[in-house]
């Protein structure tokens, strides 16, 4: 019975000892050899001192035995003959475990056959889990995520549990789906979430060498919402402005129901660039003017919104992610024939305002001031060449 085991154990060598031994050990009328400690749970920097004890009828002595961990043959210093039949060796400062489901201690006869084999777990326990934040989107559900306490790295494996309730009622529950690919260290609750009732929501983190809570968060629904980007962004040119285009969008369709004021945000930056400037001061307004940009050059450009105040709540929402990036390009700079010196300059630009004055009393009509239109159709005309700008001016004067 005892070489039937022997073969089965050599003929499947191949799969973790880990799986194997218990299914081998409800084979065999008796054990061909045992490991203690069997599968111990270690901190890191701790020592282990492990035991392969014979059965008798293999005939085998301990002397010829060796050992491996995750297939590497260890030294034998470490080795301690105790009795003819059990082989001792001790492992000191051990590291983190290579992988989560434990490294394997695994003692060899000297033609090699796996006689018994022990999970070594080697690792720490987990600290408490931190920055928790959740956020809605459009009311309908709940996400949160959060970062584990400390390194992070437990080195086996270490569960997290999001639990929430309400605040002065109801029974604890429990998340249910979690991320383990994009976000490893988040929840997503899809529905049966009151709303204008405050949630207590806190994850609690466990493994085999003890466990952490985090620090519980309070918060309504309506308090964190975010929503979909802005949808149908466009830019355009300002007629033939150089250095100015206009964004336009439309509301989140998602949204449009709720009694709420939004608030957007508008980033942008140049084709040649990952620099973004952003505009914080757009408001509740669809549309923005964007100036001062380089002429003849590619601008993206990107919306975001925050629903403020969704159902009466007092407090500002989420920002919602980024819109998709669309493309526009201001004109290009028109030439003017000439490039005048630095000593020159002085003397363009009093040039230039005396023709600017002209043309105001010539268009403007006694109107107090200027808008914006006027404004810019004096851009053009000063952005055309100096030729045609005074033959025009000479034509107006006649």
């Known amino acids: 019975m005892a070489e039937e085991a022997l073969q089965l154990l050599t003929m499947s060598s191949f799969i973790s000892v ?3 031994l218990p299914n081998l050990l409800l084979m ?3 054990q061909v050899a045992v490991i ?3 599968d111990p749970v270690l901190r890191i920097g701790s020592s282990l001192a492990a035991t392969c004890t014979l059965s008798p009828e293999l005939g085998l002595h301990a002397s010829t035995l060796y050992w491996t961990l995750n297939g590497k043959r260890l030294a034998i210093s470490g080795y301690n003959v105790v009795s003819p039949n059990v082989l001792r060796v001790t492992l000191h400062h051990l590291n983190g475990s290579r992988q989560q489901s434990g490294d394997n201690l695994v003692c060899h006869s000297a033609d090699g056959h796996v006689l018994a084999g022990s999970c070594l777990y080697v690792g720490m326990p987990p600290e408490k889990p931190v920055n928790l934040t959740c956020w809605s989107r459009n009311t309908k559900d709940l996400s949160c995520k959060w970062s584990p306490g400390g390194a992070g790295e437990t080195f086996i494996r270490t569960k997290y549990t999001l639990k929430y309730k309400l605040r002065w009622y109801g029974k604890e529950k429990w998340c249910e789906d979690y991320s383990t690919v994009q976000q490893r260290y988040s929840c997503y609750i899809p529905r049966d979430l009151p709303l204008f009732t405050p949630y207590e929501i806190w994850v609690e983190a466990a493994n085999q060498l003890g466990s952490a809570t985090s620090d519980i968060i309070t918060l309504d629904i309506l308090d964190v ?6 949808a149908n962004v466009h830019m355009s ?3 033939d402005l150089e250095d100015q285009l206009v964004v336009r969008w439309a509301s989140p369709p998602s949204i449009e129901d709720f009694l709420f004021q939004a608030k957007y945000q508008i980033r942008y930056r140049v084709e040649d660039s990952t620099d973004w400037k952003v505009r914080d001061d757009v408001g509740n307004q669809t549309s923005c003017r964007l100036g001062g940009l380089q002429p003849g050059a590619v601008y993206f450009v990107q919306v ?3 629903p403020v105040g969704i159902y009466g709540s007092r407090k500002a929402g989420i920002w919602s992610e ?5 493309a526009a390009s201001t004109p290009s700079r028109l030439q003017t024939g000439c490039d005048p ?3 020159e300059k002085n003397c363009t630009l009093r040039r230039e305002l005396k023709q600017f004055f002209g043309w105001v009393r010539k268009h403007a009509y006694g109107c107090s001031g200027m808008s914006i239109k006027l404004y810019d159709q004096w851009r053009v005309w000063l952005q055309k060449p100096h030729k045609t700008r005074n033959q025009k001016l000479q034509d107006d004067n006649s």
Request: charged share 15%; proline share 14%.
């Open 18 to 20: 880990c799986l194997l």
């Open 28 to 30: 065999c009328s008796s």
């Open 36 to 38: 203690f400690p069997q």
């Open 225 to 230: 919402v975010t929503t979909d980007p802005p």
């Open 237 to 239: 040119r300002v007629r």
């Open 304 to 306: 975001r919104c925050n």
């Open 322 to 326: 980024w819109s998709h990036a669309m």
């Open 341 to 343: 010196k630095p000593s």
